[in-house]
């Protein structure tokens, strides 16, 4: 479950709010149905709707980037995106956008090798800057170098690498969000726990003491 509370339909008073319900929900109440046309839980809807000018934010956020008016090729930024939700470890990010590639035919081989780009041979100069840009961004913060600059200058107008970088951060932002909220697929146990030691035991053990070689 979600780590904060859904808003039931029966609770909502914001029309936007509403709208979206119907058009992604039916007439049903998505606390107590939940679940989506395209196989999601639908909670990332029902808890956004806690704050309904946030949730109209975002809203109007998703209605951007694929906005007519955008400039960037719609390839290079569901790279991004799907780049984006990978590195941040989110499960939704990264499987949506998995699915985004697909519908604008790209194919199967080309999206697996998402997580690996830089041992693939399966992207284009441009395609590979992008990736690398979409690194930078996130795991680098922002610390971009001159030579991944260079390429996607080569490429890109200023108004598309503009474009490129708001809507990569803004992917980046919505995978902590699901991660810490736990929504959608985001929702599963932490990973990274102690395993246990033999028959369920948890000893205790100066690992460092017993894995060093004995001074003569």
């Known amino acids: 479950m979600p780590r904060l509370r859904q808003v039931p339909r029966n609770e909502v008073e914001s029309e936007v709010v509403l709208s979206m319900y119907d058009r992604l929900f039916g007439d049903r109440d998505p606390v107590a149905e939940p ?7 639908g909670d990332w809807w029902t808890v956004f709707a806690l704050v309904p000018d946030i949730f109209e934010h975002a809203v109007r956020g998703f209605g951007l980037y694929r906005s007519p008016d955008r400039k960037l090729d719609p390839l290079l930024r569901e790279l991004g995106q799907t780049r984006a939700g990978w590195l941040r470890g989110s499960q939704f990010v990264f499987s949506q ?5 697909r ?11 998402v997580p690996s780009w830089g041992a693939s041979d399966l992207f284009s100069p441009l395609e590979r800057a992008v990736l690398s840009y979409t690194d930078s961004l996130v795991t680098g913060g922002g610390r971009v170098d001159d030579g991944t600059f260079e390429v996607l200058h080569q490429h890109l107008s ?3 690498i503009l474009e490129l970088t708001y809507v990569t ?13 736990r929504l959608e697929f985001d929702d599963r146990p932490e990973e990274i726990v102690e395993v246990d030691g033999p028959d369920g035991q948890r000893v205790a053990l ?6 060093s070689i004995p001074e003569r």
């Open 97 to 101: 956008h998995c699915k985004a590639l």
């Open 103 to 113: 519908a604008l035919e790209v194919s199967e081989e080309r999206i697996a090798a």
């Open 158 to 160: 200023d108004e598309e």
């Open 206 to 211: 100066d690992l460092g003491r017993a894995i």
């Open 35 to 41: 679940g989506t046309a395209t196989g999601t839980p």
């Open 169 to 181: 951060t803004l992917y980046d932002m919505h995978a902590v969000i699901c991660r810490a909220l």
